[in-house]
């Protein structure tokens, strides 16, 4: 074999050789891009099937709240109700008010939360937060000491009160007929302006 025919032998291998390669490189495009189609099919598949869609569902539904209805409702009592739900739709489950109910103390509109007290008065009856004031003001009246009923020891508990001062307010009392005000106990002798500031918020003559 000659020179020129080893060189026509060679030229001819590099030609398949190249066609070879051309031939795998558009067999390795055509499977990469078939097979980045089936992951993105895959992926929208997924994303539109039942448990995917079930789980979105799961995160919009709104949370379980209770409420306690009292007062002129007609089914008194504690009720589920959801976050979007307003005091007259958790009325509603309660089967609405009763006739003596006094609507106007109550805001239907007001949006319910959790663990919410929903009252309804009757007429002529005084305001749920309005009867827990008048409880928290006679609580804190019975924690006062009442001038005009207190004995000695009872006195002396009273910030700067010894038995000899316990002993001029019962006097005091005894002798003008008890007393009228808080600020009457300063006609007695040593109880000045400062020693009133310090018993004021303890002491009482109701």
């Known amino acids: 074999m000659n020179y020129q025919e080893l060189f026509k032998k060679y030229n001819y291998y590099l030609l398949g050789a190249g066609l070879m390669v051309i031939v795998f490189s558009i067999v390795v495009f055509i499977y990469l891009n078939r097979s980045s189609e089936t992951i993105d099919e895959a992926l929208q598949l997924e994303s539109t099937s039942p448990s995917s869609l079930e789980s979105s569902s799961v995160f919009d539904e709104p949370k379980q709240l209770y409420v306690d209805i009292k007062g002129a409702v007609k089914r008194p009592g504690m009720y589920e109700v959801k976050e979007n739900m307003r005091v007259w739709d958790a009325i509603l489950l309660a089967d609405g008010v009763e006739e003596e109910a006094d609507t106007k103390q109550v805001n239907f509109a007001e949006q319910v939360t959790d663990q919410m007290v929903i009252y309804v008065p009757k007429k002529g009856e ?53 007393f009228k005000s808080i600020e009457d ?9 400062k020693t009133f500031e310090k018993l004021k918020e303890s002491i009482t003559v109701s």
Do not use: C, H, M
């Open 185 to 193: 106990i300063k006609n007695i002798s040593g109880f000045g302006e």
């Open 126 to 178: 005084e305001p749920l937060v309005k009867q827990e004031l008048n409880s928290e003001e006679r609580d804190e009246a019975d924690t006062k000491i009442n001038l005009n009923q207190a004995d000695e020891n009872q006195l002396q508990t009273l910030p700067g009160i010894g038995q000899k001062k316990a002993q001029e307010i019962i006097r005091y009392r005894e002798d003008n007929g008890g």
